[in-house]
């Protein structure tokens, strides 16, 4: 019953930043975790990020711990993903999913459609 928007993408050169965003809409987002995954043509989904429903709790692939940082604001059913100091091999399509009760891909029920991240040299 979870809907999820992705917007923020775009193209960026090598060493800047880019802030995601993920809103949802309907009911039960602010009880579920929230995740972002990313794949890059011709490359395996792959975790990025995640935050527990509260956001006091905060997971981060190893790629993206000293660069990015994932947030959420309940009230405003929006999760977000600030990256920094972008490289070329974090090209990729970029989503978010909301975790629900776990039974779907990945572990998690909800995704978006995804936005597009390019980082050029």
């Known amino acids: 019953q979870v809907q999820l928007v992705e917007s923020g993408g775009g193209l960026v050169q090598a060493g800047g930043s880019l802030r995601l965003s993920c809103v949802a809409s309907?009911?039960?987002?602010?009880?579920?975790?929230v995740g972002w995954f990313r794949q890059a043509p011709g490359k395996e989904h792959e975790y990025v990020a995640s935050?527990?429903?509260?956001?006091?709790?905060?997971y981060y692939a190893d790629f993206a711990k000293d660069r990015f940082t994932v947030s959420r604001d309940n009230a405003r059913n929006t999760a977000s993903l600030q990256m920094n100091s972008l490289k070329p091999e974090d090209t990729a399509v970029y989503y978010c999913?909301?975790?629900?009760?776990?039974?779907?891909?990945?572990?998690?029920?909800?995704w978006g459609q995804g936005t597009q991240v390019t980082v050029s040299s």
């Open positions: 309907g009911s039960a987002f602010s009880t579920y975790a």
């Open positions: 999913a909301d975790e629900g009760e776990g039974k779907g891909l990945r572990g998690y029920d909800y």
């Open positions: 935050i527990s429903w509260r956001g006091d709790l905060k």
